[in-house]
């Protein structure tokens, strides 16, 4: 199955209107990246506190299908893949009630923390991204099974 990140939303969350202020979804999809990697042991200390390499977004977007409200129980999955020797991508479904409420992506690049230059992604983001695609493909192909 996608790696799947459970969250209730908070008041700080929303806006005037009393929804999901648009940045900050972007956040809560950030959370559930940092759980993903947490997940496969990767040390969040060491990936994001003077690192050796970093992985900058370098594209997001948000398509908003429905509201989403104070208390609303939402249900990130993400998809990682790698499309490229140095950056991969990650799209992001958020459901309410089993509800597409929205869909996500962000697109990041490997560099060398200190030249800022391009590089290769480094063998444990490989293994990440390994790990959560074939996971993906193996809940498409059940849930292709339960629909014949």
Same mark, same amino acid.
């Given at each position: 199955m996608p790696f799947t990140y459970n969250r209730t939303v908070r008041f700080q969350d929303t806006d005037a209107a009393g929804v999901v202020y648009f940045t900050n979804i972007l956040s809560i999809c950030h959370e559930a990246y940092e759980e993903s990697l947490e997940a496969s042991s990767i040390n969040l200390k060491d990936f994001f506190i003077?690192?050796?390499?970093?992985?900058p977004i370098v594209h997001a977007s948000v398509d908003f299908?429905?509201?989403m409200f104070v208390g609303d129980k939402l249900l990130i999955s993400l998809i990682p893949q790698k499309i490229g020797v140095d950056k991969? #991508? *990650?799209s992001y479904e958020i459901t309410v009630a089993e509800v597409v409420v929205a869909?996500?992506?962000?697109?990041?690049v490997c560099i060398d923390a200190s030249s800022r230059s391009k590089q290769e992604l480094p063998e444990e983001i490989i293994q990440w991204l390994e790990t959560n695609r074939r996971d993906a493909e193996g809940?498409?192909?059940?849930?292709s099974? #339960? *629909?014949?």
């Open positions: 003077n690192p050796s390499v970093a992985f299908l429905r509201p991969f #991508e *990650i869909k996500a992506i962000s697109r990041h809940a498409e192909r059940r849930k099974r #339960e *629909i014949m």
